[in-house]
Every structure is written in structure tokens, then in C-alpha cells.
């Protein structure tokens, strides 16, 4: 029994320790392609939370110039998260998971509205010095969508 607790733990830090450093402030994130709207005034904190890296992400949506906020738990598991779109009043289901990978964050998320999955994709979060690279590919309303914000 002791052993197989020792392996746990063993297990859960290398994971943590494969997760990326993301904290910091980024001014303004853009997009490579223009597939996408891009971020202004970026925040990341990290902390852990029972030894699983939490980030907590807090930017401006430049498309709809509403602040977002997200609370990404880095331990693979599925979590499901129901709220109202206030501009359609519509009941939207989103499935989010996240794990670490050699240094890198990655969420997968799906949104489902009436029933119907319209939004599918991955991204790859990652940090090299001061510059945030946040690689997206998936599919919204039955479109590829494949960019990459960096962020400074």
C-alpha cells in the first residue's frame, strides 16, 4: 500500500513539473492568421490546488471588448460547466479538460448548444521568455479553425 502511494505521488509531481510557468501580464495578444479576434490586457496567475497546477486566466475579448475569466485545472479530468448566453438566451453546455505535456498546456474544450456541439478544439499554451504562444485548432460551426495567438 505504501509503495503504491509513493508511485502516486511520484506520478502527480512529474506531472506539475511538466506543466508550463504561464504567469504574468500580457498587454495585448494577436492572432497569426486573423482567424481570430485576439486579447487585450492578459493576466495568468498559477497556483496549485492539491498539487495540480490551477491557472487563472483574466483578459479583454477584442471581438466583443467583454472581460473573460477561466479557471483551468491541469489534471486531465473532464469538467462540465452550464451557463445562459445573455445575448441569445440560450443554455450553453462546455466540456473542458487539461493536462501538461513537455512543458506545454492543453485544453481541450466543447461547447454544445440545443443539444448540438458547436465548437471543438484544442489548445497549446506555451511560454518561451516573455512571449506567450497560444496555438488553437479545432472547429467552430463546422469551420477549421487553425491560429496562434502570441501574446508579449
Known sequence: MRFSFVVGLVALSAEALACPSLAGYYSMCRSTTGQQSGL?????TQTFQNNVPLYRMNA???????RVEESIL????????EH?????GLDVLTQISSSCRQN???VSKTMIINRQVVSNFVALISKTGNRLRWANSGQVLGRPVVDTLLCE
Open 40 to 44: 487585450d490586457d492578459l493576466t495568468i
Open 60 to 66: 479583454i475579448n477584442l471581438e466583443t471588448q467583454e
Open 74 to 81: 491541469a489534471d486531465g479530468r473532464t469538467y462540465h460547466q
Open 84 to 88: 445562459r448566453d445573455t445575448s441569445t
Open 104 to 106: 506545454v498546456l492543453v
